[in-house]
Protein backbone atom coordinates (compact mmCIF):
# COMPACT_ATOMS: atom_id res chain seq x y z
CA UNK A 1 0.00 0.00 0.00
CA UNK A 2 1.51 3.38 -1.16
CA UNK A 3 0.69 6.29 1.32
CA UNK A 4 0.79 10.52 0.81
CA UNK A 5 1.43 13.10 3.08
CA UNK A 6 1.08 17.02 3.16
CA UNK A 7 2.50 18.74 5.34
CA UNK A 8 5.03 21.45 6.18
CA UNK A 9 7.94 21.02 4.72
CA UNK A 10 11.26 23.00 5.77
CA UNK A 11 13.63 22.11 3.12
CA UNK A 12 12.19 20.70 -0.41
CA UNK A 13 15.39 19.23 -0.90
CA UNK A 14 16.15 16.92 2.13
CA UNK A 15 17.25 13.41 1.77
CA UNK A 16 15.68 12.70 5.15
CA UNK A 17 12.12 13.81 6.62
CA UNK A 18 11.03 13.77 10.40
CA UNK A 19 7.10 14.42 11.24
CA UNK A 20 6.02 14.04 14.38
CA UNK A 21 2.68 13.56 15.62
CA UNK A 22 1.37 13.80 11.93
CA UNK A 23 -2.73 13.49 11.92
CA UNK A 24 -3.86 10.72 9.59
CA UNK A 25 -7.08 9.79 7.78
CA UNK A 26 -8.16 7.73 5.07
CA UNK A 27 -6.36 5.08 6.04
CA UNK A 28 -3.25 6.94 7.18
CA UNK A 29 -2.75 5.64 10.48
CA UNK A 30 -2.07 2.12 9.04
CA UNK A 31 1.65 3.52 7.37
CA UNK A 32 4.42 1.47 8.77
CA UNK A 33 8.09 1.31 7.86
CA UNK A 34 8.57 0.47 4.46
CA UNK A 35 6.02 1.63 2.42
CA UNK A 36 6.40 3.80 0.02
CA UNK A 37 5.01 7.85 0.82
CA UNK A 38 4.78 11.00 -1.51
CA UNK A 39 5.84 14.38 -0.12
CA UNK A 40 3.84 16.97 -0.84
CA UNK A 41 4.67 20.53 0.65
CA UNK A 42 1.27 22.19 2.02
CA UNK A 43 0.35 25.21 -0.08
CA UNK A 44 -1.12 26.24 3.39
CA UNK A 45 2.66 27.10 4.14
CA UNK A 46 3.91 28.21 0.95
CA UNK A 47 4.63 25.23 -0.67
CA UNK A 48 3.81 23.92 -3.79
CA UNK A 49 2.45 20.20 -3.68
CA UNK A 50 4.32 16.92 -5.15
CA UNK A 51 7.92 17.45 -3.81
CA UNK A 52 9.05 13.96 -3.76
CA UNK A 53 8.80 9.98 -3.25
CA UNK A 54 10.43 8.47 -0.79
CA UNK A 55 10.32 5.16 1.66
CA UNK A 56 8.93 5.40 5.59
CA UNK A 57 12.21 3.95 7.07
CA UNK A 58 9.71 4.53 10.60
CA UNK A 59 6.32 5.07 12.17
CA UNK A 60 5.23 5.13 15.50
CA UNK A 61 1.92 5.78 16.95
CA UNK A 62 1.55 8.54 19.59
CA UNK A 63 -0.77 7.44 22.36
CA UNK A 64 -3.79 8.87 22.75
CA UNK A 65 -4.55 11.49 24.94
CA UNK A 66 -6.67 10.54 28.37
CA UNK A 67 -9.75 12.09 28.66
CA UNK A 68 -10.15 13.57 25.05
CA UNK A 69 -12.97 11.49 23.56
CA UNK A 70 -12.58 12.35 19.84
CA UNK A 71 -9.09 12.21 18.58
CA UNK A 72 -7.76 11.69 14.98
CA UNK A 73 -5.12 9.22 15.06
CA UNK A 74 -1.62 10.54 14.68
CA UNK A 75 1.94 9.01 14.36
CA UNK A 76 5.13 10.02 13.67
CA UNK A 77 7.15 9.10 11.12
CA UNK A 78 10.53 9.88 9.34
CA UNK A 79 11.24 9.15 5.18
CA UNK A 80 14.22 8.40 2.88
CA UNK A 81 13.98 10.45 -0.15
CA UNK A 82 14.50 8.24 -3.17
CA UNK A 83 13.05 10.72 -5.87
CA UNK A 84 12.39 14.34 -6.40
CA UNK A 85 9.24 15.41 -8.58
CA UNK A 86 10.29 16.33 -11.96
CA UNK A 87 7.09 18.38 -12.53
CA UNK A 88 4.41 20.26 -10.24
CA UNK A 89 0.82 18.64 -8.85
CA UNK A 90 -0.88 20.27 -6.16
CA UNK A 91 -3.87 21.66 -5.51
CA UNK A 92 -3.97 24.06 -8.67
CA UNK A 93 -4.25 20.93 -11.29
CA UNK A 94 -5.86 18.88 -9.48
CA UNK A 95 -9.20 21.50 -8.43
CA UNK A 96 -10.69 20.92 -11.55
CA UNK A 97 -11.12 17.17 -10.35
CA UNK A 98 -14.25 17.14 -8.11
CA UNK A 99 -16.75 14.74 -9.73
CA UNK A 100 -15.92 12.55 -6.50
CA UNK A 101 -17.28 9.44 -8.05
CA UNK A 102 -15.40 9.59 -10.92
CA UNK A 103 -12.50 6.76 -10.12
CA UNK A 104 -10.12 8.83 -11.08
CA UNK A 105 -6.46 9.36 -9.40
CA UNK A 106 -6.64 12.80 -9.41
CA UNK A 107 -10.04 13.15 -7.53
CA UNK A 108 -9.12 10.78 -5.25
CA UNK A 109 -5.78 12.98 -4.60
CA UNK A 110 -8.03 16.42 -4.61
CA UNK A 111 -10.99 14.75 -2.16
CA UNK A 112 -8.10 13.41 0.18
CA UNK A 113 -6.13 16.66 0.36
CA UNK A 114 -7.80 19.79 -0.43
CA UNK A 115 -11.44 18.94 -0.01
CA UNK A 116 -10.36 19.42 3.85
CA UNK A 117 -7.05 21.39 3.28
CA UNK A 118 -5.56 19.84 6.65
CA UNK A 119 -1.86 18.61 6.55
CA UNK A 120 -2.65 14.99 6.90
CA UNK A 121 -1.12 11.08 5.96
CA UNK A 122 -3.55 9.79 3.61
CA UNK A 123 -3.65 6.28 1.98
CA UNK A 124 -3.92 6.26 -1.63
CA UNK A 125 -5.07 3.69 -4.44
CA UNK A 126 -2.31 1.73 -6.82
CA UNK A 127 -3.49 4.26 -9.46
CA UNK A 128 -2.66 7.29 -7.56
CA UNK A 129 0.41 5.94 -6.62
CA UNK A 130 1.15 5.23 -10.54
CA UNK A 131 0.03 8.68 -11.12
CA UNK A 132 2.41 10.02 -8.89
CA UNK A 133 5.04 7.84 -9.65
CA UNK A 134 4.79 9.54 -13.21
CA UNK A 135 5.41 12.82 -11.96
CA UNK A 136 8.93 11.64 -10.00
Known amino acids: ?15 MFVFAGQKTMYGGKHI ?10 SENEAGQGLIARGV ?13 ERQT ?5 AIERTALARRALGRCALK ?12 ELNFKFYRQ ?20
Open 73 to 77: PRVSI
Open 32 to 41: AAGDVIFIFA
Open 56 to 68: VTSAETVPRRPGV
Open 96 to 107: PFASWNDGRPET
Open 117 to 136: ATNKIVAISDEAAALLDAFC
Open 1 to 15: MAFAIKADIGDPHAK
